[in-house]
């Protein structure tokens, strides 16, 4: 069963756009919400992470809305550049040192 | 944050040979570290929670035979895949849990022929 459900697979966006990549989960109980970046052959990296206590969080061009109520998360990418060209992943836990559930991805291009 | 060290980056093996993955916190204690196993185009699939001092903890439809954990020590935790096979052939990833989210390593890409 897939603890968190991310959408869209891939998306292609123009340069200075926005990129949106949406996330659901179903367990109340989970209370910290990151979000992934990750480039051909490499790890993933923290890009930005939310707890439920707050509905928004902006770092720089990335945002992350979050909709309790609804279970809901999403990721916002400002001014998009092809350098944002990327696999991102969703995740959530109960804790930060606990096991995350990850989304099943979306590949971002951006086309210049 | 942490800093992870994963090593080695890619592998290349025979079937049947084992392979060991490091993966090492260069800068935190880590009683926990997490392994996944990774497809191409695909999410991060948690094979196992390992344990520093004790036995890993292994995802259901997870050989344990075949993917030997070892947590000796707070800062190093070795994946041994055992009499690899092609199937094998995956993106295997470290990582260790800390308060700011997970601290992920660099990744093994091991290809088995």
């Known amino acids: 069963q897939q603890q968190v459900k991310q959408s869209p697979q891939s998306l292609i966006v123009q340069k200075g756009g926005i990129s949106i990549i949406n996330c659901a989960y179903e367990n109340t109980a989970f209370d910290y919400f990151p979000w992934y970046q990750q480039f051909p052959?490499?790890?993933?990296?923290?890009?930005?992470?939310?707890?439920?206590?707050?509905?928004?969080?902006?770092?720089?061009r990335f945002t992350i809305?979050?909709?309790?109520?609804?279970?809901?998360?999403?990721?916002?990418?400002?001014?998009?550049q092809p350098g944002d060209s990327a696999t991102y992943f969703c995740a959530a836990s109960r804790d930060t040192g606990n096991q995350f559930y990850f989304g099943t991805g979306t590949s971002l291009t951006v086309i210049p | 944050g942490a800093v992870v060290s994963q090593h080695p980056s890619w592998v290349i093996c025979k079937s049947g040979t084992s392979v060991k993955i490091e993966c090492?916190?260069?800068?935190?204690?880590?009683?926990?570290m997490f392994w996944y196993r990774q497809f191409p185009k695909q999410s991060l699939m948690l094979m196992a929670t390992s344990n520093e001092g004790s036995k890993a903890t292994y995802e259901q439809g997870v050989e344990k035979d075949k993917f030997l954990i070892n947590h000796?020590?707070?800062?190093?935790?070795?994946?041994?895949?055992?009499?690899a096979h092609p199937e094998d052939s995956s993106f295997y990833i470290c990582s260790l849990g800390q308060f700011d989210g997970y601290t992920f390593g660099s990744?093994?890409?091991?290809?088995v022929v």
């Not at chain 2, 000796?72 to 009499?83: E, G, I, K, N, Y």
């Not at chain 2, 990744?107 to 290809?111: E, I």
């Open chain 1, 41 to 60: 052959g490499k790890g993933p990296a923290l890009l930005i992470a939310i707890r439920p206590d707050v509905s928004e969080k902006k770092e720089g």
């Open chain 1, 65 to 80: 809305s979050f909709n309790k109520s609804a279970k809901q998360f999403s990721l916002h990418i400002m001014d998009s």
């Open chain 2, 24 to 32: 090492r916190s260069l800068d935190f204690q880590a009683t926990t």
């Open chain 2, 72 to 83: 000796a020590s707070l800062t190093l935790s070795t994946l041994t895949v055992t009499s």
């Open chain 2, 107 to 111: 990744g093994t890409r091991l290809t």
